[in-house]
């Protein structure tokens, strides 16, 4: 079944305002600071490889160059300074399903492709996290708006423990 773009845009909606708003987000960070400083320090050699491929490719620039500045400020002005977070929603979801609807087609043909679940967790992450996250990457490096992105049908090779 293809996405909904409306339905995902109102979900994305939905997920934002409970994060920036929500009481529970706030006492479930508090106190989390030791472990995010360990599980970083464990995951820089990762994060400068990443960087350096960032770098190569250009991606930050990009992304740099595809924002709209503006976005914040008609978001607080819509709904005013009160309301800020109701104002950034109402001028954020279109960004988001803009931003998102050259990636659902990618989605809903690696998603077809899915066969029935096995018993097997790890191998569950492999044939379905696994493909989906690799042919969204080629797609984010490909230039999914070009139109030359097809879905990947191999799983990403995973033979260590995810955990």
Do not use: C, H
Not at 40 to 54: D, G, I, K, N
């Amino acid at each position: 079944m293809p996405i909904d773009m409306n339905s995902a845009a109102q979900m994305w909606q939905m997920g934002a305002a409970s994060q920036l708003a929500s009481q529970k987000y706030q006492m479930k960070t508090a106190g989390k600071g030791g472990l995010q400083k360990q599980n970083s320090l464990a995951a820089e050699p990762t994060y400068q490889a990443r960087m350096q491929r960032v770098i190569q490719t250009g991606a930050r620039a990009r992304g740099v160059q595809s924002q709209d500045p503006s976005a914040y400020e008609r978001g607080i002005q819509t709904k005013g300074i009160q309301n800020r977070v109701a104002g950034i929603q109402a001028v954020g979801a279109a960004g988001w399903a803009a931003g998102f609807q050259p990636y659902a087609p990618v989605i809903d043909s690696v998603r077809a492709g899915f066969g029935p679940k096995s018993d097997d967790v790890l191998q569950n992450v492999v044939n379905r996290t696994g493909r989906l996250a690799q042919a969204l990457r080629q797609a984010k490096e490909g230039g999914v708006r070009g139109g030359g992105v097809t879905a990947v049908g191999t799983p990403m090779g995973i033979t260590r423990s995810l955990y």
